[in-house]
């Protein structure tokens, strides 16, 4: 099985597999842009997270293949996935219907967990059922109940940077944006209005 690399433009930040998720809908020079808008963006993106995947309940990833109904199904889940995220960092109730949806998606797959020994002592896999891609639906549903439902619930936030669009979670008490090259942007952007209106005072 070749897998193929992620060309869909979305950033892949690696905080969470539900934020992962939640930032395929990003900006691209202030429009918005969405990086699993076709069949083959949503099963190359889903690819690229396979690592990840396989070990959150969806061990069958590799096999996945995203046909036009399941990536209807990746979107609505991200739709909801973002609705309940603002309603979070906005510390409001999120909307029954987006809450709805994730429980929906989660219940397509059912996950266990087993044990087994080897050499060095006890090693557990998480297993699932279903096809290769209500697995992946599932499991990134599911990391979206473990993210709201968590510590990491408080430290979600929403880029500061004026048009981005992207979560992440705050893992320092200076961070305010989601990659280090939108805080540049910020400071550049900063400091080019403290130099305009230096040369240009207010009358
Ligand atoms: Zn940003």
Same mark, same amino acid.
């Given at each position: ?36 808008? =076709? ?5 190359? $993106?889903?690819?690229?997270? !396979? ?5 959150? +309940? ?10 036009? !109904? ?35 998606? *989660?219940?397509?797959? %059912? /996950? $266990?967990?087993?044990?087994? $020994?080897?050499?060095?002592? *006890? ?8 096809? %290769?891609?209500?697995?992946?639906? +599932?499991? @990134? !549903? ?26 992440? @979670? ?6 305010? $944006?989601?990659?280090? #090259?939108? +805080?540049?942007?910020?400071?550049? #952007? ?5 130099? /305009? =209106? ?6």
């Amino acid at each position: 099985m070749t897998k193929t690399g992620y060309e869909g433009g979305a950033p892949i930040l690696g905080e969470g597999l539900a934020l992962d998720l939640m930032n395929t809908y990003h900006a691209v020079r202030g429009k918005p842009a969405d990086g699993i808008a =076709s069949p083959g963006d949503a099963t190359a $993106w889903t690819l690229q997270l !396979a690592d990840r995947l396989r070990a959150s +309940g969806a061990p069958a990833v590799d096999d996945a293949r995203l046909l036009d !109904a399941d990536a209807d199904a990746l979107r609505a889940l991200r739709s909801a996935v973002r609705g309940i995220a603002g309603a979070v960092v906005a510390a409001q109730r999120p909307s029954d219907s987006d809450v709805d949806v994730v429980n929906r998606l *989660a219940a397509l797959s %059912p /996950r $266990w967990t087993s044990i087994a $020994w080897a050499a060095d002592g *006890a090693t557990t896999t998480t297993q699932a059922a279903g096809e %290769p891609t209500s697995q992946v639906l +599932g499991a @990134l !549903a599911s990391d979206a109940i473990n993210l709201f439902s968590g510590a990491d619930a408080e430290r979600l936030r929403l880029c500061n940077r004026p048009g981005c669009v992207l979560f992440f @979670l705050k893992d320092h008490p200076r961070r305010e $944006w989601c990659t280090p #090259a939108c +805080g540049a942007r910020v400071r550049a #952007a900063r400091a080019y209005e403290k130099r /305009r =209106s230096h040369r240009e005072p207010a009358l």
